[in-house]
């Protein structure tokens, strides 16, 4: 599976304004991360999920997820990972798309981001007004670089 993903920061006051009521809590971590690619455990709800990402080249790339029962997550995480972090994670209908809003917890609040998954890289979208400076090529804002913080 191929992913195209593009990453904003957030401005929170315009968000709250907009904010769904049914966030879903996510802790995640990584078992490994090379520049490769990375296997992430995350716990989602009530679900585990394993995750393998290739590494990204421009907006682009392979992604393969799978469920696992949530207690094997668990261990996964408490056992494997170096580090995790928690986030509510929120979908919102912008336009003719849906976008995932990450309010991020402990050390990495008050850090919002939208993300939005396209068809292809040149994809035309409209930007919710709470969205603010893209950031989809900085990698201080990957997950896997936000753990280490």
Known sequence: MVEIERKFLVNEEKWKRSRPEN???????????TEKGILRVRIKGTKGFLTIKSQTVSMTRTEFEYEI?????EILLDDMCDSSLSKTRYSFKGGDHSWEIDEFHGRLAPLILAEIE???ESEQFEL?????EEVTFDKRYYNSELIKK
């Open 128 to 132: 919710p007004d709470f969205v603010g």
């Open 23 to 33: 966030g879903v809590l996510i802790r995640q971590g990584y078992i490994f991360d």
């Open 118 to 120: 396209l068809e292809d």
């Open 69 to 73: 029962p949530v207690n094997e997550a």
